[in-house]
């Protein structure tokens, strides 16, 4: 026992301290018809495998979107709810609410049965082994939005106990970003046909939010950046936060109308500010790589939405980084540079890859066979990528989110399908662990571990094969 725990040790020490790659660089082995192995860029144009771009894992970045049971103040969900157990729950909570008469209560109550519900529809979206356990997720949703659009009507009517109204108007705003958030994440894992609804729903929850401040602070900035403020506060996480919140920032002012877009210009120089500060605190050596990480990190595998979430990252970090009224170490400001054009020469290269890929399509259609070969080939490729993106995300988080247990979470079976591949390439073989490979995501050295738990040793991905 003792000397295989060395032999563990050793292995995570060695695991370590070699220099991190992008998975796109190791998700590329692929048989050729006649058996040999063959890289898949030798099989790809040139063209195309320069064009698809590094997955990055950032562990701040994952620290900032998971949202957990602990986020929601309720119980783990450990099992799939079945359908008596569904309505047995939801008629004791309305029997609940039915003689609850105080009226601060039954908000409580109310709020936390939607947080419960939508604990639920997590859980059942990211263990979903058929469409049918999605479409059910789907209603526990609805459930959900109908007991939060109760609560936003009285909290706006009750005068009693000011203070306690107070903090149950910041706690149904908090829950309307959470909410959105995991519907963000929904997105990732639902098929095309379901993500036209979740969509649908997510912005139905900036719409909340915007109600909510509508409803409780009319068109007051110091107070909706105050009221803000708060609400932000009520969720922990990374140093790099500010830049999530500025990004939830962005996607709100879209529901105003462009002429009351300005009602949210305060706390968005609040948190830009914040933002600009918990930079110049970091690690110089460390910060822009962090940076960079963090807004490379996308889990979707909607090539529009990676783009759209890639441009408005770079627009926060392009309006921080001209802003000369906001005091900037010189250092940062630099490193803010950076950072923005490379992730602008991301984008350049995204949209080419959409435009390509659009463009085989066409040709595929017409009947262009080799057209056809190289986009099931290049959507192998990505499908690949991703997925092991997702099995580093998966050993990550135990240690960086402590309600997390790995051991509860069971990916999707079927729910976001692989792409099709092509006929004439026999699938790649389960590749040994080979212990001169380097691991599989650029991984930040020190991981964000309040109880200081020991990161796993990444699992090494094949080895790049350039035998022809």
Avoid: C
């Avoid at 003792?2 to 692929?30: D, F």
């Avoid at 609940?96 to 039954?106: E, G, L, Q, R």
């Avoid at 909706?224 to 609400?231: C, S």
């Amino acid at each position: 026992m003792l000397k295989k725990l060395t032999l563990l040790t050793l292995a995570l020490i060695l695991s370590l301290s070699v220099a991190p790659v992008s998975l796109a660089q190791n998700a590329n082995i692929t048989v050729s018809s006649d058996g040999e192995d063959m890289p898949v860029e030798e099989v790809l144009e040139p063209a195309l495998s320069n064009l698809i771009e590094d997955e990055i894992v950032s562990e701040d970045a994952i620290l900032d979107t998971e949202v957990t049971a602990s986020d929601l103040e309720v119980d783990e969900i450990t099992k799939m709810p079945s359908g008596i157990g569904n309505w047995w729950g939801g008629f004791k909570q309305k029997m609940s609410i039915a003689f609850t008469f105080n009226p601060i209560k039954k908000a409580e109550k109310q709020l936390h049965y939607a947080d419960e519900r939508m604990a639920r529809a997590q859980y059942m979206v990211e263990n979903a082994k058929n469409s049918k356990t999605v479409e059910k997720a789907q209603k526990m949703i609805e459930q959900s939005e109908n007991y939060v659009d109760r609560v936003r009507e009285k909290l706006a009517t009750i005068k009693t106990e000011p203070a306690k109204i107070e903090k149950l108007k910041d706690k149904y705003l908090h829950q309307a970003q959470l909410h959105h958030q995991i519907l963000e994440k929904m997105e990732n894992r639902v098929p095309e046909d379901v993500l036209i609804k979740i969509k649908e729903k997510r912005e139905a929850y900036l719409e909340r939010f915007k109600q909510g401040l509508e409803k409780f602070d009319g068109e007051n900035k110091e107070k909706i950046a105050e009221r803000m403020e708060r609400v932000f506060e009520m969720k922990k996480g990374s140093d790099l936060k500010p830049l999530k919140d500025l990004e939830f920032i962005e996607q709100l002012k879209e529901k105003y109308p462009e002429e009351k877009q300005a009602i949210l210009n305060r706390v968005k120089v609040l948190h830009q500010k914040l933002l600009a500060k918990k930079l110049g605190k970091m690690d110089p050596k460390e910060r822009q790589q962090k940076l960079e990480n963090y807004v490379k990190h996308t889990e979707t595998q909607n090539e529009e939405k990676h783009h759209d979430l890639l441009e408005r990252r770079h627009m926060i970090m392009n309006q921080l980084t001209n802003r000369k009224d906001i005091e900037i170490d010189p250092t940062v400001r630099k490193q803010l540079q950076n950072v923005k054009e490379r992730t602008q020469k991301q984008i350049q290269n995204n949209k080419k890859l959409i435009i390509k890929k659009e463009a085989l399509e066409t040709q595929a259609n017409n009947g262009n066979e080799k057209s056809k070969n190289q986009l099931e080939l290049l959507q192998q490729r990505q499908f690949e990528v991703r997925e092991l993106k997702q099995e580093q995300i998966r050993e990550i988080k135990p240690h960086i989110l402590p309600a997390y247990d790995e051991t509860k979470f069971k990916p999707g079976v079927g729910i976001i399908k692989p792409e099709p591949k092509r006929p004439t390439v026999k699938e790649a073989p389960k590749v040994q662990a080979n212990n001169k490979t380097k691991p599989q995501a650029q991984i930040n050295k020190k991981p964000v571990n309040k109880k200081k738990n020991v990161v796993p040793a990444k699992k090494p991905l094949p080895a790049k094969n350039t035998k022809k």
